[in-house]
Nanobody
Framework: VQLQASGGGLVQPGGSLRLGCVVSGSILGINHMGWWRRVEDEQRELVAVIQSGGSVEYADAAKGRFTISRDNAQNSVYLQMDRLEPEDTAIYYC?????????????????WGPGTLVTVSS
């Protein structure tokens, strides 16, 4: 199983970016999909998560500015980030709980993408 994220880059404060992540490999199913971020020298923190049924949770810092969505047919998750602030500068990681033939249907293992850098600066 591989996760490949895209969409990071440099944006000015107040701007927007859209991150995308595709899960590929031998997949029986995916339950949660989400985005985490890590600021330099700090702990990784949850940004947003979306379940297979569509329920979502956001970190307080993301509420009202970020929107997570997923395309189950494409095994993809997206993060629309608006009104970005310098404090949002971080490496963003996508994650997914994936069921594979190796672990069996109904059992899910968390997989992580390699991260994509988002820099908010003027």
């Amino acid at each position: 199983v591989q996760l490949q994220a895209s969409g990071g880059g440099l944006v000015q404060p107040g701007g927007s970016l859209r991150l995308g992540c595709v899960v590929s490999g031998s997949i029986l199913g995916i339950n949660h999909m989400g985005w985490w971020r890590r600021v330099e020298d700090e702990q990784r923190e949850l940004v947003a998560v979306i379940q297979s049924g569509g329920s979502v949770e956001y970190a307080d810092a993301a509420k009202g500015r970020f929107t997570i969505s997923r395309d189950n047919a494409q095994n993809s998750v997206y993060l629309q980030m608006d009104r970005l602030e310098p404090e949002d500068t971080a490496i963003y990681y996508c994650t997914a709980g994936v069921s594979t033939p190796h672990v069996g249907a109904g059992f899910f293992v968390d997989y992580w993408g390699p991260g994509t850098l988002v820099t908010v600066s003027s």
